[in-house]
């Protein structure tokens, strides 16, 4: 027997999982975008100019703040993605090790937060310093080791995080037939493609939750 409602509940947190990453990629890189043209940021590349106020510390905090909303947005996808994983893996085979690698990938990404926010202290208290014209080093060294260490530890077990989370939207496409979806998945590998991705499970997800629906003995 077919356990048809779980099936359903695993692709309805897929499809909520990629509209919610879709969300939090916008924001991550249009925001700053907004941001610079906000606060008029003087931006020169090339022949390129855009702007004409001076890039400040609060200018950059702005773009930051931006950028951690969009990253925040970002992690509760990937545990919506775990639940919708988990939600198979009691339905079929093939999404136990997803599961596992996307929880590894959590503790990757905890582990990222730690270490990015401890550089970030000590780049303020830097600044800070420097404003003073404190003679001294303004930088804790010990603690900026700590913080590095933090961050590619954390960047190693978030790639596997992502390798998990590729592997499962593949198998969730290759489960139903889903082309769609399985291109999506493959496509979370390049980075360039990144809002991209999340359209096309998006679309997937919404074609396989209407076949599932239309099979004999499903109540909507």
């Known amino acids: 027997m077919v356990d048809r409602?779980?099936?359903?509940?695993?692709?309805r947190w897929a499809r909520t999982a990629a509209i919610?990453?879709?969300?939090?990629?916008?924001?991550?890189?249009?925001?700053?975008?907004?941001?610079?043209?906000?606060?008029?940021?003087?931006?020169?590349?090339?022949?390129?100019?855009l702007g004409s106020g001076k890039a400040t510390v609060s200018a950059f905090e702005d773009i930051l703040a931006v950028v951690v909303v969009g990253?925040?947005?970002?992690?509760?996808?990937?545990?919506?993605?775990?639940v919708s994983f988990n939600a198979f893996r009691k339905v079929g085979p093939g999404f136990g090790g997803p599961v596992a690698l996307l929880?590894?990938?959590?503790?990757?990404?905890?582990?990222?937060?730690v270490g990015f926010a401890l550089i970030l202290n000590d780049?303020?208290?830097?600044?800070?310093?420097?404003?003073?014209?404190?003679s001294s080093s303004c930088l804790d060294y010990s603690q900026l080791e700590g913080a590095v260490l933090a961050v590619f530890g954390g960047l190693f077990l978030s790639f596997l995080g992502w390798i998990g989370l590729v592997i499962g939207l593949y198998r969730v496409g290759k489960r139903y037939n889903?082309?769609?979806t399985k291109i999506g998945g493959i496509l979370n590998i390049i980075p360039i493609v990144g809002l991209i991705a999340?359209?096309?499970v998006v679309i997937g997800t919404h074609q396989?939750?209407?076949?599932?629906?239309?099979?004999?003995?499903h109540n909507p």
């Open 71 to 82: 990253a925040l947005i970002s992690l509760i996808s990937i545990v919506l993605y775990l």
């Open 20 to 49: 919610t990453s879709l969300l939090g990629l916008l924001i991550a890189w249009v925001g700053p975008i907004a941001v610079i043209f906000a606060v008029g940021v003087e931006i020169h590349y090339g022949g390129f100019h």
């Open 208 to 217: 396989i939750l209407g076949r599932l629906r239309s099979q004999p003995g």
């Open 123 to 134: 780049f303020f208290q830097a600044v800070s310093c420097s404003a003073s014209g404190a």
């Open 178 to 180: 889903s082309t769609v």
């Open 5 to 11: 409602t779980g099936e359903i509940k695993g692709v």
């Open 103 to 113: 929880v590894i990938g959590l503790l990757g990404l905890l582990l990222l937060v």
């Open 198 to 200: 999340p359209v096309l």
